[in-house]
């Protein structure tokens, strides 16, 4: 296959995709604005070229991509659902794109409601008594909380707390989150029904703890029923309870964080509440808490006043700013039209379909694929490629193959826990035709590993390119085009 | 209700069947009737299309829009003109419902987009390598102080003071729950003051982190700082306005270790502050340190050109806790806005952008201190934004501006008490004489 150029490849001087009015004041020389030693010798080389050649260059390569829009998307842990177009539409309103952060509250009042009720809405979801809707993301909404209970501790004068416990089927952002605010990181190991270990859990906390990170469900899809006695043991040794909220998907409605005995949580909007993921961003981490770690939060919240919404900066005990303004804020006003769109009702028949379908699919799966904790799931489930590992066929072979069939992969050897893992979440805007025609897939590639495990081996073989030489790329960096 | 899920009460009863059940209710059996929720959540009730666009129009109507109003606010975010193709580049589903580029044999579009995207940042910058972007400017600017504290083993930033303000909370906020310790450099008619730096500065200062231009628009003279840092052994990090970067000198060129900056100019609305990119970039000999994730170019099987994340030993899910930072995204569909725009705007466009913001903003800054009463605070050369001195209280002309059409510039003694009565004007390319006449006639009459 012919390689495609990159856009400096195309460049040719002289050739232009923009026009700029004339100018309209005095022209002064740059260099009667600025010292010649402050400019740059050399221009930047960017690219020249034609408007026709930045629109195919550009169509070109989307082309090369595989989105929600394209085909069924199972990536565990990540909740690509479908992504309701009315919602682009609405966030584009220049009602909402054409204001500028620093305008005087009286002329953005419209956007500071939004802000205020989605902490509202959010707030109730989850069970918690505010939101900051400020973290650009659900990393980003980890170091947040962590910071908030940090502040916390130190607030008490409860200095030694310098723990927080992960269990060892943590998202990797988790401890690398906690790192990220000074604290250290203690691991707890699960036990044979893939949920925390109360004993072992029990046995690393104590009054340096300040904190339990957990997601539930899990990153394998399963309820930690022992909800009630994990958040005591923490609670009684003076710890908190942090809620990742990357599987919130299976709960709307169902169950809340806030009840469960969480005190601070943070959500994915592009996950739960159907934001696209942008091919990696932008996301939106809001981050909510309970009562007494309000004064914690970030500066700003929107407060609202004699009818007007306001920005409220005084907060003595605020962590501070984790971000320039008041975070992702088109991202806020995508998920804010999903609630709205969805109700009560709607949020809950989400995670009742997600959950649905995650079972069926499972089920339709267990006699081909070693399920490695065989009991109900949540809105998401992980399967092993272990016995397929035995005929010389991985599960990132099984993944690759899986292209071929017009698929998205599942999240691969992902949680750490799991040999060979396949961890699949199909989401509730998927149909059941969608789910049998993937099962079908597996369960073709499975009897493919049995006859013909080459090919497996060998995929994909009709995607855009085959498989990348990764240890040449991490080897040998080329990181940016030279000419 | 339940719009966007496609299964019917008929595939349900089917699903159930399948796996033995007779209930939804069933599924839950795992999680403790204790914390089971009685009632159904307080939501509004559900909104059709209809409404909802309705709804969302009526909301939309309360905000005061650039559109209707003339903008001279900028302080770290700015009403730049975006090409049109921009737009209809981003609206392709392939790049916007993508998830982060893991499969690379079905993400080149995405991966190759942010290989371009790195190599403008480091054109722009005079830097060797970039990452594929982060949140925001503020907060890449404080990965950056944490970036140059792991690199040295030290743990002590010097800050100007005429880094943005916001900002500069952002690097405070990160540094306090990491141990790092943070100072500040004043400045001296509007740039940084080069003695107390020499006086702050030792050898146990990990960064010295500038902005150029800085929070007033005043260009600073890198050189300099980047001499005194590099002799006590600590690292130069400047946040740059990628703008000024076609006319300007780069960092790198002026020796900066790390550069990041705000890249909402590049193409993304104002947005009322988000979403945003923060491009960083850094040298050869600091690419390992970089957080974030990073494209690079390899081959297929077939020998072809291709591309794929890369250096992910520094990353989360490999290196947990040890990790160079938790970031685990990038802003890929605001930084792809800024590829398009600038392969838009290319070599000459950039630059032609940024003459005539700086040509428009000194026409302005001449005309407010020779018509409009207004007098000057700095000095120094300036870029394309200026601090000017107002003859009435700030608050109270940028209230009478907003009578007559026009968003006023930045109050700077909310966070400069010293600099009571400045006035930071933002001067973009979009900006007509005839605007900028207005607001001369406007603040004169004052």
């Known amino acids: 296959m012919k390689e495609r150029p990159l856009i400096f490849e195309m460049s040719k001087p002289g050739r232009k995709a923009y026009s700029l009015p004339d100018c309209d004041v005095p022209h002064l020389a740059l260099e009667d604005m600025v010292p010649r030693e402050c400019l740059r010798d050399d221009d930047a080389r960017l690219p020249e070229v034609s408007e026709v050649d930045v629109v195919r260059h550009f169509t070109r390569l989307s082309q090369l991509n595989y989105g929600v829009d394209s085909g069924f998307y199972p990536l565990g842990s990540c909740t690509m659902k479908y992504n309701p177009k009315v919602n682009e539409d609405v966030a584009a309103l220049s009602g909402f794109t054409q204001v500028h952060p620093l305008q005087p509250a009286e002329t953005v009042q419209g956007c500071l409601e939004i802000l205020y009720r989605m902490d509202r809405l959010l707030s109730e979801i989850t069970g918690m008594d505010s939101f900051s809707l400020q973290p650009a993301a659900g990393a980003h909404g980890e170091m947040t909380g962590l910071m908030i209970i940090k502040a916390y501790h130190q607030h008490c004068g409860d200095v030694k707390r310098n723990k927080i416990v992960v269990p060892d089927s943590a998202h990797g952002t988790n401890p690398a989150s906690a790192a990220m605010v000074g604290f250290d990181v203690v691991e707890v190991k699960s036990n044979d029904r893939g949920e925390v270990d109360l004993e072992a859990l029990k046995a690393v906390v104590d009054d340096t703890t300040a904190g339990l990170m957990l997601t539930n469900p899990n990153t394998l899809g399963l309820f930690e029923g022992n909800i009630l006695e994990i958040a005591d043991i923490v609670h009684k040794a003076g710890g908190l309870l942090y809620y990742d909220g990357a599987n919130m998907n299976a709960i709307l409605g169902i169950a809340r964080p806030g009840d469960m005995g969480f005190d601070v949580v943070h959500l994915n909007l592009h996950k739960t509440f159907s934001t696209p993921h942008g091919g990696g961003g932008p996301g939106s981490g809001p981050i909510g808490v309970k009562k007494e770690l309000e004064p914690f939060l970030p500066v700003p919240m929107v407060g609202f006043k004699d009818g007007r919404y306001y920005l409220d900066y005084d907060r003595p005990l605020s962590i501070g700013r984790v971000k320039s303004f008041y975070g992702n804020f088109g991202v806020v006003v995508k998920a804010y039209a999903y609630i709205m769109s969805m109700g009560a009702e709607g949020l809950k028949k989400v995670s009742e379909s997600a959950v649905l379908n995650a079972n069926y699919l499972m089920e339709l799966l267990k006699g081909y694929y070693l399920v490695p904790y065989n009991r109900r799931c949540m809105h998401e489930f992980v399967i092993s490629a272990q016995r397929q590992k035995e005929k010389g066929v991985s599960a990132l072979d099984i993944a690759k193959r899986l292209m071929d069939f017009g698929f998205h992969p599942p999240t691969m050897y992902f949680p750490l826990i799991v040999k060979e893992a396949l961890m699949i979440e199909p989401t509730e805007t998927e149909s059941k035709e969608t789910l049998d025609a993937f099962a079908d897939a597996l369960i073709e590639i499975a009897r493919e590993v049995e006859e013909q495990p080459e090919k497996v081996k060998g995929a994909p073989h009709t995607t855009p390119v085959r498989r990348l030489d990764e240890v040449r790329a991490a080897r040998n960096p080329v990181l940016r085009w030279k000419p | ?446």
């Not at chain 2, 730096?197 to 500038?210: C, F, T, Y």
Request: aromatic share 8%.
């Open chain 2, 1 to 446: 209700m339940g719009r966007y899920i496609p299964n019917t009460d008929q595939d349900r009863q089917e699903m159930l069947e399948k796996l033995g059940l007779h209930s939804i209710e069933q599924l839950y059996e795992d999680i403790p009737c204790q914390v089971r929720l009685k009632d159904e959540l307080d939501l509004p009730a559900a909104l059709s299309e209809m409404e909802l666009v309705r709804h969302m129009k009526d909301i939309a109507a309360k905000n005061k829009t650039v559109d209707e109003y003339i903008c001279f606010l900028g302080a770290g975010a700015y009403d730049r003109y975006i090409p049109s193709v921009v737009k209809h580049v981003l609206a392709r589903q392939e790049f916007y419902t993508a998830y982060t580029p893991y499969q690379p044999e079905i993400s080149q579009g995405t991966l190759q987009a942010i290989f371009e995207y790195q190599t403008m940042v480091c054109e722009l910058t005079g830097m060797d390598v970039a990452n594929a972007s982060m949140y925001d400017g503020a907060s890449a600017l404080a990965e950056a102080v944490c970036m140059a504290c792991q690199a040295t083993g030290r743990e002590k930033a010097l800050v100007a003071r005429s880094v943005h303000p916001q900002s500069r909370e952002v690097v405070y906020t990160y540094s306090r729950f990491r141990g790092i310790k943070v100072h500040e450099v004043g400045y001296d008619d509007g740039r940084v003051d080069a003695q107390e730096l020499k006086r702050l500065i030792s050898d146990d200062v990990a960064a010295v982190v500038v902005q150029n231009p800085n929070f007033f628009g005043v260009i600073e003279v890198l050189d300099e700082i980047a001499e005194v840092v590099h002799h006590f052994g600590g690292l130069l990090v400047v946040s740059v306005n990628p703008i000024s970067l076609a006319l300007l000198k780069s960092p790198g060129s002026c020796g900066a270790d790390i550069v990041v900056g705000e890249g909402q100019s590049l193409g993304n609305p104002l947005n009322f502050g988000g979403p945003y990119l923060g491009f960083m970039a850094t040298t050869q000999r600091l690419m390992r340190r970089i957080p974030g994730r990073i494209v690079g170019q390899t081959v297929e099987l077939s020998g072809n050109r291709a591309f794929v994340l890369t250096l992910q030993t520094r990353e989360q899910h490999i290196r947990r806790e040890k990790a160079t930072s938790n970031i685990c995204s990038n802003q890929a569909l605001n930084a792809l806005a800024a590829t398009v725009y600038l392969s838009v705007l290319g070599r000459e466009g950039l630059k032609e952008v940024a003459l005539l913001s700086m040509r428009k903003a000194h026409y302005a800054f001449e005309k407010l201190i020779s018509e409009a009463g207004c007098s000057s605070m700095f000095s120094a050369p300036f870029f394309d934004e200026f601090v000017v001195k107002v003859p009435v209280p700030v608050e109270e002309l940028n209230r009478e501006l907003l009578e007559h059409g026009i968003i006023g510039g930045y109050a700077v003694e909310k966070d400069y008490p010293e600099l009571q009565g400045g006035w930071l004007v933002a001067v973009t390319e979009k900006r007509t004489k005839e605007e900028i006449d207005v607001l001369v006639r406007e603040v004169g009459r004052r």
